[in-house]
């Protein structure tokens, strides 16, 4: 594989070991120098996926804690929505249509299970306000019942004492019955007056059920003294009256009791619910916080890591960079000033451009030596034919000189 056209990025997946650092050394200077530009876009596209992941981190969240804090507004209408229809200012439909949908939107099993239990209790509730309202029907029956057969007895003896001739005919016993009578009239005016009092205060159910036991022994003294009469039917009818009513405004103060005992029942249900969805948006900001902190806490131990990386690998770069043009220096300023040991060789450590340009010396150097040598040997050829033409001039000096001819003149020719 061609280092050179190799990009840049790749070189940490090939590399291994020594070889990694073989590899390094023989990158170009810009490449080297690329790294740590490399290494600060990482950094940069680090920062930037954290910073990104914590802005829709934080979306999120307050997307989730808009939808509980509208959760807990719905939450805090069903209880007032609960407080008035206990007190008789909402309908139990109306009071449905706020449970509908709210399971739903409750992630938290427990929430979901209190808000059921909610309404299960609300729904018995319903029922016992239900019963009771049927025990008011039927007390004010039995009352109404009563009060119309006291009044047909007190019309039939009093039209007979009324009349002339047979108001002499009435007896005594009669007489007492028309007391008798009128009294139970009163009672259960009476009655109606306490069970008013008993629906809007609980305390007073003790003063009712007294005057009820007072009128079961009252009656039960009269069906004695009219046993054998015409009118005893009419005084068992009375007792058998007053006990159904008895018994009526007992399941009606147990029912009040249920229905006090569930109303803080629900309550608390209630309470539980809204504190949940305060702990859910508590634990939710909690976590949004705490991977905000985990991400600029990742963010910082980067940088740190590729900032003393980026240092280090600069330090590493400069020193490689600066060794190698300190040699090739030394190598140049010996040659300059006419000490340099044409022998020697720079040592080749890298493929990088000082590492070119330590071959290219070497090479000049090594051409230089040779045009040296070819200077020498021809200086030496010089220096031996120099010695020769020497001898010879020396040879010729010593030989005796011959006399010259003169030239014969040669004939003129005729000019035309």
Same mark, same amino acid.
Do not use: C
């Given at each position: 594989?061609?280092?050179?056209?190799?990009?840049?990025?790749?070189?940490?997946?090939?590399?291994?070991?020594?070889?990694?650092?073989?590899?390094?050394?023989?990158?170009?200077?810009?490449?080297?120098?690329?790294?740590?530009?490399?290494?600060?876009?990482?950094?940069?596209?680090?920062?930037?996926?954290?910073?990104?992941?914590?802005?829709?981190?934080?979306?999120?969240?307050?997307?989730?804690?808009?939808?509980?804090?509208?959760?807990?507004?719905?939450?805090?209408?069903?209880?007032?929505?609960?407080?008035?229809?206990?007190?008789?200012?909402?309908?139990?439909?109306?009071?449905?249509?706020?449970?509908?949908?709210?399971?739903?939107?409750?992630?938290?099993?427990?929430?979901?299970?209190?808000?059921?239990? #909610?309404?299960?209790?609300?729904?018995?509730?319903?029922?016992?306000?239900?019963?009771?309202?049927?025990?008011?029907?039927?007390?004010?029956?039995?009352?109404?019942?009563?009060?119309?057969?006291?009044?047909?007895?007190?019309?039939?003896?009093?039209?007979?004492?009324?009349?002339?001739?047979?108001?002499?005919?009435?007896?005594?016993?009669?007489?007492?019955?028309?007391?008798?009578?009128?009294?139970?009239?009163?009672?259960?005016?009476?009655?109606?007056?306490?069970?008013?009092?008993?629906?809007?205060?609980?305390?007073?159910?003790?003063?009712?059920?007294?005057?009820?036991?007072?009128?079961?022994?009252?009656?039960?003294?009269?069906?004695?003294?009219?046993?054998?009469?015409?009118?005893?039917?009419?005084?068992?009818?009375?007792?058998?009256?007053?006990?159904?009513?008895?018994?009526?405004?007992?399941?009606?103060?147990?029912?009040?009791?249920?229905?006090?005992?569930?109303?803080?029942?629900?309550?608390?249900?209630?309470?539980?619910?809204?504190?949940?969805?305060?702990?859910?948006?508590?634990?939710?900001?909690?976590?949004?916080?705490?991977?905000?902190?985990?991400?600029?806490?990742?963010?910082?131990?980067?940088?740190?890591?590729?900032?003393?990386?980026?240092?280090?690998?600069?330090?590493?770069?400069?020193?490689?960079?600066?060794?190698?043009?300190?040699?090739?220096?030394?190598?140049?300023?010996?040659?300059?000033?006419?000490?340099?040991?044409?022998?020697?060789?720079?040592?080749?450590?890298?493929?990088?451009?000082?590492?070119?340009?330590?071959?290219?010396?070497?090479?000049?150097?090594?051409?230089?030596?040779?045009?040296?040598?070819?200077?020498?040997?021809?200086?030496?050829?010089?220096?031996?034919?120099?010695?020769?033409?020497?001898?010879?001039?020396?040879?010729?000096?010593? #030989?005796?000189?011959?006399?010259?001819?003169?030239?014969?003149?040669?004939?003129?020719?005729?000019?035309?």
């Amino acid at each position: 594989m061609d280092v050179l056209r190799t990009p840049i990025y790749l070189y940490f997946f090939y590399w291994k070991g020594d070889d990694r650092m073989a590899r390094m050394s023989n990158l170009k200077i810009r490449h080297k120098m690329q790294l740590t530009g490399i290494l600060y876009l990482a950094l940069i596209a680090i920062v930037l996926y954290f910073f990104i992941s914590s802005n829709t981190l934080i979306r999120q969240s307050t997307e989730h804690q808009q939808a509980l804090n509208a959760l807990s507004t719905d939450i805090r209408h069903l209880e007032i929505g609960i407080k008035d229809y206990v007190y008789n200012r909402l309908a139990l439909d109306v009071l449905r249509q706020r449970f509908e949908g709210l399971g739903k939107r409750l992630a938290d099993p427990t929430l979901v299970e209190d808000l059921n239990t #909610v309404q299960e209790q609300t729904n018995a509730l319903a029922q016992l306000r239900a019963r009771n309202q049927v025990i008011e029907e039927k007390i004010d029956k039995l009352t109404e019942a009563s009060l119309n057969a006291s009044n047909v007895v007190i019309k039939a003896i009093s039209d007979r004492l009324v009349g002339a001739q047979t108001r002499w005919d009435v007896s005594d016993m009669e007489r007492a019955v028309i007391v008798g009578a009128n009294m139970n009239t009163n009672a259960n005016f009476r009655i109606k007056v306490l069970f008013g009092k008993l629906k809007a205060d609980i305390g007073v159910k003790d003063s009712l059920i007294d005057f009820l036991d007072t009128l079961v022994k009252n009656v039960t003294k009269d069906i004695e003294r009219l046993k054998g009469t015409e009118n005893e039917a009419a005084a068992r009818q009375a007792k058998a009256t007053n006990l159904i009513v008895k018994e009526l405004v007992l399941e009606y103060i147990a029912n009040v009791n249920k229905l006090n005992a569930s109303e803080k029942q629900i309550m608390q249900s209630i309470d539980s619910i809204d504190h949940g969805i305060e702990g859910l948006v508590l634990k939710s900001s909690e976590n949004v916080f705490g991977k905000i902190k985990g991400y600029f806490s990742t963010i910082i131990s980067v940088i740190l890591a590729a900032s003393i990386l980026g240092i280090l690998i600069n330090f590493i770069q400069a020193k490689a960079i600066s060794g190698s043009l300190n040699q090739l220096n030394q190598r140049v300023r010996d040659l300059a000033e006419g000490e340099g040991d044409l022998t020697k060789r720079i040592l080749v450590r890298s493929q990088d451009e000082t590492g070119e340009l330590a071959q290219w010396i070497n090479l000049f150097v090594e051409k230089l030596q040779h045009i040296l040598r070819d200077v020498k040997n021809n200086a030496d050829s010089l220096h031996q034919a120099s010695g020769t033409l020497t001898d010879v001039s020396h040879q010729m000096s010593t #030989v005796p000189a011959r006399p010259r001819k003169r030239p014969t003149a040669l004939p003129r020719q005729p000019s035309r």
